[in-house]
């Protein structure tokens, strides 16, 4: 596996030879601080945990990592280079694994530089250092599944403002199906259903708890409902594993659809 | 060696490449001709296993591009068309990148690299950025990416494309002094290289095998003896 090692070092120069990283860097903290102290309302809160900062960090990935993804596989068709790249003794999966880490380290990067306000809390009050950890973890691993979904969309078009948009859409998604708003809605929709006068008695149970069900699965694949635990500082291996999974899949899918292009 | 078997290459409908077979040996510098569009470029992709043939088959030193894809590339120097690199790279560092990909290490990885950079005169631009560099020395760099790590077999899509012509009689002295021990494809509408770097030439049109023989032997069709007439019949 040594050649995703290279590819990653590669990579990750090279989103530091031109601005983009910077402009990038500095956008994602500017906005998550605004969030934090603004929005999240750190100090009036009173409380010293990092709930404010974690909180906004899903919307803010949604704009903003699938800026970072949509280049990986369409700035890569668009110049060319993809045929240098895949014509060198690797596998197209090694490429897509050693596209995806400098991402995600990257990512990680940007994330770390939040650590201001960790010690601004550590600061003030006495936080529980602990949670304040699995939420950085947990904030890290999501950040990967917005990634894998932004490679594989990317890996569709030669294109960056379309790679933007489906994977934009696509996150907006999967972070909407857990949103209150949604799930609320979506259990008021079989709740009226249910109540409707034609049904019997025992018919009209049976499509509530369906209903239910169906609220509960949807929002069981959501990014929103598997952070909102990791982020009160909870890490659940279901959760690890949830975004674990839908790292390997999009990645899979990536390498697929890059591998389905060669036979166009 | 290379050999393609009925290589076939159907894009939606248009048929691009069509049931080419050949075959190429050790020592000899294949110079493969055709007009803009007769399929060079795919067939040349389909040999270096970055597009999948339709049907048939192509392998390089008995290695199936399709069922043994690393095996193949491994031996394979390969420089695509229009010399791709990744332009916010410095030469040095790219050629680094490619060097650590080819698994070249120690006294070797160094003596390659110090011969590409002074075979290719990349010195001067070691430390500057591709995308700052002229079309010639880009495409000396692509050159020297498709052969820092000795291959046996190297295919070269317009190698001396964009280059002046101080230039072109380098990189062509360049091909004749590494010729004898390896297996080269190059693929050209100049004809005047066939002359002088060619030991055997195919000509194809729309995708299909149109001559293939030695220069002299080709020239020898025409009655006027020039290459060019011969191409112009055979290629309409």
């Known amino acids: 596996m040594k050649p995703v090692g290279i590819i990653t070092r590669r990579e990750l120069a090279s989103y530091f030879a031109t601005p983009v990283a910077y402009v990038f860097i500095i956008i994602f903290l500017v906005f998550t601080g605004l969030c934090t102290f603004y929005l999240g309302g750190l100090f009036e809160r009173r409380q010293a945990d990092l709930l404010p900062l974690f909180k906004f960090l899903p919307w803010m990935y949604l704009f903003l990592v699938p800026a970072v993804s949509m280049r990986l596989w369409a700035e890569e068709h668009k110049t060319g280079s993809i045929e240098l790249l895949l014509t060198q003794p690797i596998t197209t999966w090694q490429a897509v694994l050693g596209k995806f880490f400098a991402a995600w380290i990257f990512v990680g990067i940007a994330l770390a530089l939040t650590f201001p306000t960790w010690i601004t809390v550590n600061y003030l009050g006495d936080p529980d250092n602990g949670a304040a950890f699995a939420g950085y973890v947990g904030a890290f691993i999501m950040a990967g599944a917005f990634l894998a979904v932004g490679s594989c969309m990317s890996a569709l078009t030669n294109n960056q403002v379309i790679a933007f948009v489906l994977a934009f859409v696509t996150c907006a998604l999967a972070t909407l199906a857990g949103y209150s708003l949604v799930t609320d809605w979506s259990r008021a929709f079989f709740g009226g259903i249910a109540s409707w006068s034609f049904w019997g008695e025992g018919l009209r149970a049976g499509i509530q708890s369906l209903g239910n069900l169906l609220t509960d699965g949807i929002a069981g694949l959501s990014f929103l409902t598997h952070f909102e635990n990791i982020m009160k500082g909870v890490l659940d291996l279901r959760d690890i594993l949830y975004f674990a999974l839908v790292i390997i899949f999009f990645l899979l899918a990536s390498t697929v659809l890059l591998d389905a292009r060669k036979s166009k | ?236």
């Open chain 2, 1 to 236: 060696m290379i050999k393609t078997q009925n290589l076939t290459k159907n894009y939606q409908g248009l048929l691009a490449v069509d049931n080419l077979s050949f075959s190429a040996e050790p020592g000899e510098v294949l110079g493969f001709l055709g007009p803009n569009g007769a399929g060079k470029t795919t067939t040349m992709r389909m040999i270096a296993g970055f597009v999948a043939p339709t049907s048939g088959s192509a392998s390089i030193c008995g290695h199936d591009v399709a069922t043994e894809p690393l095996a193949a590339k491994t031996v394979l120097g390969y420089l695509p068309e229009g010399a791709p690199t990744y332009g916010e790279m410095t030469v040095a560092g790219f050629l680094d990148f490619i060097a650590n990909l080819r698994a070249l290490t120690g006294e070797n990885r160094k003596s390659r690299l110090d011969y590409v950079i002074g075979r290719l005169q990349l010195e001067p631009v070691l430390q500057q950025t591709i995308d700052t560099l002229s079309k010639g020395f880009k495409r000396r760099v692509g050159l020297a990416q498709a052969i820092v790590h000795d291959p046996k077999v190297l295919i070269l899509d317009e190698p001396t494309d964009g280059l002046d012509p101080m230039q072109k009689h380098e990189v062509r002295t360049l091909i004749g002094e590494i010729a004898r021990e390896k297996t080269i494809v190059i693929s050209t509408h100049i004809l005047e290289e066939v002359d002088a770097v060619c030991t055997r030439a195919i000509i194809i049109a729309h995708g299909r095998l149109v001559a293939d023989d030695t220069p002299s032997g080709l020239k020898s069709r025409a009655p006027s003896g020039r290459l060019e007439d011969v191409f112009r019949s055979v290629a309409a």
